[in-house]
């Protein structure tokens, strides 16, 4: 079915029409999603782009395969950033390896720029600074905290879809989240990035 204006669509009618053979509906999902999972991917694996990249194609291959499959049972980005979360941890058993975030200062990190943001030198080193010290800091997080701050921040979910593709309760998710931004706060403050 093709859609005049797609942004009334929601996502699960785009999957199912997708399911049904419709592209156009993929082509739909594939841009909004595109750039908050591949954020997502991309600091669950530390920034690692090789990693990052790979996982991404996975998860949209599994999207591609198993879309005969798929049931409308929560929202479809519960669905997307579930399969996400579990490739990471598949790709990360499978290999036993933990990246470490390294100097990433050569990565080219073009998601995290915000084009006509003009700002003085001083000021856009000072904003830089702090981008920084927070990727930093979110990296040092333990992983669940990291995991439910990254879902809530790149992914824009609720606790309840975080708590869902986490495999955890409500309560835990809600505590890794409140942990995480009171460890994030305060080397911020201290910095005066916030």
């Known amino acids: 079915m093709l859609y005049s204006h797609s942004v009334d669509v929601p996502d699960e009618q785009l999957m199912v029409d997708y399911a049904g053979g419709d592209v156009t509906s993929f082509e739909i999902l594939y841009e909004r999603h595109?750039?908050?999972?591949?954020?997502?991917?991309?600091?669950?694996?530390?920034?690692?782009?090789?990693?990052?990249?790979e996982i991404f194609q996975e998860v949209w291959f599994s999207v591609i395969t198993s879309r005969k499959q798929y049931t409308v049972s929560a929202k479809f980005s519960t669905y997307l950033y579930t399969?996400?979360?579990?490739?990471?941890?598949?790709h990360f058993r499978k290999n036993a390896v933990r990246l470490v975030n390294a100097d990433n200062s050569s990565n080219n990190n073009q998601t995290?720029?915000?084009?006509?943001?003009?700002?003085?030198?001083?000021?856009?080193?000072?904003?830089?600074?702090?981008?920084e010290l927070l990727q930093k800091l979110v990296q040092a997080l333990p992983t669940d905290q990291r995991n439910v701050f990254v879902l809530r921040q790149?992914?824009?979910h609720s606790l309840e879809?975080?708590?869902e593709i986490t495999a955890s309760t409500h309560e835990t998710t809600k505590s890794r989240l409140r942990y995480a931004v009171?460890?994030?706060r305060a080397p911020l403050k201290e910095e005066d990035c916030l």
């Open 34 to 53: 595109r750039a908050p999972l591949y954020r997502y991917v991309l600091r669950q694996t530390g920034n690692h782009q090789p990693t990052a990249e």
């Open 83 to 90: 399969l996400a979360h579990n490739r990471a941890i598949d």
């Open 112 to 131: 995290d720029e915000l084009p006509g943001n003009e700002a003085s030198p001083d000021k856009q080193h000072f904003i830089d600074k702090c981008i």
């Open 154 to 156: 790149e992914g824009f």
């Open 161 to 163: 879809e975080i708590a």
């Open 182 to 184: 009171k460890k994030l």
